[in-house]
DNA sequence: AAAGTATTTTAGTCTTGCCTAAATTTTTTG
DNA sequence: CAAAAAATTTAGGCAAGACTAAAATACTTT
């Protein structure tokens, strides 16, 4: 009998999946930071994932956790939904893009397979979501990304803007003002050896801006 | 404290008013058939709405229960969330008047008030569902519903359709194919005494239909 | 009005998913 | 490399919201 897969499981898959992306194993206390609920509780929900038929997680005592296959199509489904809800939320209803991360996240668990289709019909199919992430395709397969941070730019660099960091909308609000948004042009005017700074030149806008590391490193970008 | 208006209790109490609205009060049968649910777990929420500061529900054992002022307030809102929510899918997505009624059951749980505000304002602020049900103000007053069944008018009576039950879709897809739907007018051509059939001539169709009480119990038209 | 039937309530369980406190393991550091 | 610190797991609990079986109450019918 194949496990049930609850939104609280579904919120688990979604955030081991993100922990996954960057270093290998997600570990107990990311996962219960993430989650904000106490390391003890994620335990329980990981012993639960592993021992589920199938499995949804690998797991091994005081190593941390990765997802199996099957774990890996079950949170690319909701990493779908989020996105192409972002998607439809800022296209259909207005919402600015620091907005539509809360609702999106509440949508992802309840909405109906018909429901993405559709929206990803009415979008046209989009590839990345309102802050240039990256929308699994409906077969479940994560495109790959090849963007990396605007803090390994040097000097006189110029690329486009891919992606930005969606958890913090004071940041998004910001970012939106000074013009770094998806699909967008820019060069390094100068690169601070001391603390990382770097001066930005936007296409389209009159002077240039100084980003700290906090900032660059949140925005992502292909040359 | 103010009790926690779960998705579990909203749906509760959209079902007692939904039964409220027909006789009096509902009984613990009547909302554990609507849930789906044993009715032994009925009379412990029921008794758990009752005690709840500020009560929910007025419940006296082995007589039903009837909406308080904050029981019927949470209640529209509900069904506020699920009429828009109807609405918006149709205009919004193309779901056909069959299809809405499953999607909105589960998002209406869901929506922030934001949400609800901007579907509101992006319908032009409509007063009826696609099924022709109103649509509790956004002040959470119902508007007074004037309609009356089809099966109470007789032979040469004019009207327009204004409601039509919205819980079965076999239902809904064939009246859309005679097109019985709101806001079109219809003509009662016979009334037969034995079965109660009706024979309807709708606006702008060659052919007249007869309807059986079991549908013309569901439709609901205005003079 | 008594008997039978239908409805409702009580009592006791179960599962899910969280919690805290204490024990254990792993990692870091002097 | 041992002691301290950090991370993780175990153990025991709790609340929500469902269930079943049995008891109690209310309604119907003769």
Request: proline share 4%.
């Amino acid at each position: 009998m194949t496990e049930t897969i609850t939104q609280s499981i579904q919120d688990y898959l979604k955030h081991i999946y993100e922990l996954n992306e960057n270093g290998g194993s997600a570990s107990t206390n990311d996962i219960a930071a993430r989650l904000n609920i106490a390391p003890a509780s994620v335990t329980g929900m990981l012993q639960k994932l592993s021992n589920a038929k199938p499995p949804l997680v690998i797991y091994k005592k005081h190593q941390g956790v990765t997802l199996t296959k099957n774990g890996e199509k079950a949170a690319l489904e909701v990493i779908r939904h989020h996105r192409l809800l972002e998607s439809f939320l800022v296209n259909t209803l207005g919402y600015s893009w620091d907005e539509v991360h809360l609702e999106a996240d509440k949508l992802e668990h309840v909405i109906s397979e018909d429901f993405e289709a559709r929206m990803a019909e009415a979008l046209g199919h989009p590839t990345r979501d309102p802050h240039g992430e990256l929308i699994p395709t409906a077969d479940l397969t994560m495109p790959l990304d090849k963007s990396r941070p605007l803090a390994s730019l040097r000097t006189d660099e110029t690329a486009t803007v891919k992606r930005v960091s969606d958890d913090d909308p004071a940041l998004l609000r910001h970012l939106h003002e000074i013009g770094v948004i998806p699909e967008v042009k820019v060069t390094v005017k100068n690169y601070s050896e001391f603390d990382g700074n770097i001066t930005l030149q936007v296409a389209g806008r009159k002077s240039n801006v100084v980003l700290g590391t906090v900032i660059t490193n949140q925005v992502f970008i292909e040359k």
